[in-house]
DNA sequence: TTATTTTCGCAACTAAGTTGCAATAATATA
DNA sequence: TATATTATTGCAACTTAGTTGCGAAAATAA
């Protein structure tokens, strides 16, 4: 269920997310990781490495999914509620450290929240 | 752009949403109108109708397209950021009609959001 | 009633994501 | 270190949501 071997792949994706600050689409990190591994193997060690804890993954704007290594990676769960930020113009989708407050909400169990925020980055705002 | 002709599939699309309160997949609409019309048809009746302001349209958990009527789709805008909750026991959608406050982002602009809460809906929830 | 223009159905397509299985690579064991 | 065990990978084929082009049909205008 989690990650039991440190293969090239786990250790080239992982590397991906050390260096980066913002989000990946799958589609990108299969596009960019063509030439070094399957398409099927992106997808299945981005989900061990989510089961282990070290990344998580949410929605973006057009229903894609996106995974991100974010400092709350390192706890136990993922239930936190972090918003995620996608600039409409360029595309860039990153985690935004501050903390959204969901209020309760009458007759219903909250158990996580997505909130995706849109709008503009700093260098499309120019 | 918008919806210029009464069809019967327009008509009967738009009976469905008003006699819901929920908000409906489209994959379950298709799956519901395939007697009825072409799930082509489906697809931009829909789309007729979110840019005519009769629907709004959103993202559930699973990166499926949703769409409701809310008392607000009677407004000319959709940029109001009204949750949706999403039960993930029997996989009911509505809108809600509370509102969260968004705060304003250092360095960028925030021109909408998605917000998805999840949990258990008060069926569900006994 | 006819002409105009929108809408529909169909079939074929695109793209994200999944599955089964045999081959390979990483780790454990001797 | 060599061998056995088990996780991981590649490949090809598949599934499913959503899209596109085009001729036919239906709605509205003239």
Redesign the pocket.
């Known amino acids: 269920m989690?990650?039991?071997?440190?293969?090239?792949?786990?250790n080239l994706i992982l590397s991906i997310f050390e260096n980066s600050s913002e989000a990946l689409?799958?589609?990108d990190l299969?596009e960019q990781l063509k030439n070094?591994?399957?398409?099927?193997?992106v997808?299945?060690?981005l989900?061990?490495l989510e089961n282990e804890g070290a990344i998580h993954s949410f929605t973006g704007s057009n229903?894609?999914?996106w995974y991100a290594k974010c400092r709350e990676c390192d706890a136990h769960h993922h239930n936190d509620i972090h918003p995620h930020f996608q600039c409409e113009k360029c595309g860039k989708v990153e985690c935004l450290e501050i903390n959204i407050p969901i209020p309760s909400i009458e007759n219903r169990i909250i158990e996580s929240a997505d909130v995706l925020l849109k709008g503009q980055c700093s260098d499309c705002m120019k």
């Open positions: 989690s990650v039991k071997r440190k293969t090239k792949s786990v689409s799958v589609v299969v070094d591994m399957n398409k099927t193997t997808y299945r060690v989900e061990r229903g894609l999914t």
